[in-house]
């Protein structure tokens, strides 16, 4: 490996920051919102077309891609880079998530989780050690810690104890990813909706020692406001010289809520999944396109996008491909959401390094609140 991975920062706004994360298979610029690729593909997307939307690095699942079609397999490839195409950066998270909230039969233990696969009910275990091993044998460039998170509502002495649980399994991680240059490991911060338990998790995290850090445990139903109140001190306990990654986020004022609170890098299937299922994103926001009043517009889903499909495309066609079910639906729907995503990235990034991130923000909240343009 020709660089060993770490974060620069370039600038910062209030809270906010920008920079950049380097990594052997690139760099990914700060403020950053990656794509997830559950199943070792963005649906509905090339890898090549991804990355003209100015996507610097990818998700994928754990979970979904141990079950299926294996990481031993995929190793055997020639890791998930080779496997999907996609050359750049990528991060895996840990599986500890999706098997609490995707798998039957599971059974908690100080050790890890066993399970059955909700695919084909095998039974299979997932550890700080096993999770390790399989994001080695993915070829994953930003590893996560396994850790464990408590379903809501919880009491705060549940929530405690969970917490400190992960913090057991950050250090099992730590030691079981080794030194392996080029590659990085994040830790999780854990403690719900209370301070001292988000102070106590990053101190544990910090004593470990870590490239990056994510804030887990939000965007799980919590709602905007609970997920701010947090952020308006949670990163504050992070080291500035490393990456903040939220884990699950989200809807683009959600994003840009979370920039403004210090965080660098988050993830979603929003903007994928929303353009299968007919909703399109937009600087003047949710557009339902199966709407009738769509139906006889030749204007495209916005005029000043340069997507393949508000370049190509009027809002009737649209209309008509995801009525008649066609497949171009979701790919034009999902190129033109993961494009405006980046887009705002790109945005916040250059507002960020020009000390205006409020005027842009102010701007941001006006046209959404404008709402979608009036019918013909
Ligand atoms: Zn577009």
């Known amino acids: 490996m020709s660089e060993r991975f770490h974060f620069t920062l370039h600038a910062t706004d209030g809270r906010a920051r920008t920079g950049t994360i380097h990594t052997p298979r690139g760099d990914i610029r700060t403020p950053a919102f990656m794509p997830v690729g559950t199943a070792a593909t963005v649906k509905a997307m090339l890898p090549e077309s991804v990355r003209t939307t100015g996507a610097d690095i990818l998700l994928g699942n754990t979970y979904h891609l141990m079950l299926r079609p294996g990481a031993e397999r995929i190793a055997r490839l020639g890791g998930l880079h080779r496997f999907m195409n996609w050359d750049r950066p990528i991060l895996t998270d840990s599986g500890g998530f999706q098997v609490m909230s995707l798998a039957a039969l599971r059974k908690l233990t100080e050790d890890g989780v066993t399970f059955s696969s909700h695919i084909d009910g095998s039974r299979h ?65 854990q403690g719900g909706v209370t301070p001292e338990l988000r102070e106590e998790s990053a101190e544990a995290l910090k004593a470990i020692g870590f490239d990056g850090y994510a804030i887990g445990g939000l965007a799980v139903g919590e709602g905007q406001a609970a997920m701010f109140g947090v952020l308006d001190y949670a990163p504050g306990f992070l080291p500035v010289d490393k990456p903040r990654y939220l884990m699950g986020v989200g809807k683009p004022d959600d994003i840009v809520g ?119």
């Open 258 to 376: 979370a920039v403004q609170r210090g965080v660098d890098m988050m993830d979603c299937v929003l903007p994928s999944r929303s353009g299968r299922t007919g909703q399109a994103w937009t600087r003047r926001g949710p557009v339902a396109i199966k709407n009738a009043r769509h139906a006889d517009d030749p204007r495209p889903l916005d005029a000043d996008c340069t997507c393949p499909a508000c370049t190509g495309y009027s809002r009737a066609y649209l209309h008509h491909v995801f009525r008649a079910g066609e497949m171009i639906s979701g790919m034009l729907l999902t190129w033109h959401n993961l494009h405006y995503f980046q887009e705002l990235m790109a945005g916040l990034r250059a507002a960020i390094a020009q000390g205006r991130l409020d005027d842009f923000v102010a701007d941001f909240h006006a046209l959404r609140a404008q709402g979608d343009i009036e019918p013909l």
């Open 125 to 189: 275990l997932l550890s700080p050690e096993t999770s390790m091993e399989i994001q080695r044998l993915l070829g994953s460039d930003i590893v996560m810690c396994f850790d464990e998170c408590p379903a809501l509502p919880a009491t705060e002495e549940a929530v405690a104890q969970s917490m400190r649980l992960s913090m057991r399994w950050a250090q099992r991680s730590r030691d079981a990813f080794g030194d392996r240059p080029g590659h990085a490991l994040f830790g999780i911060m």
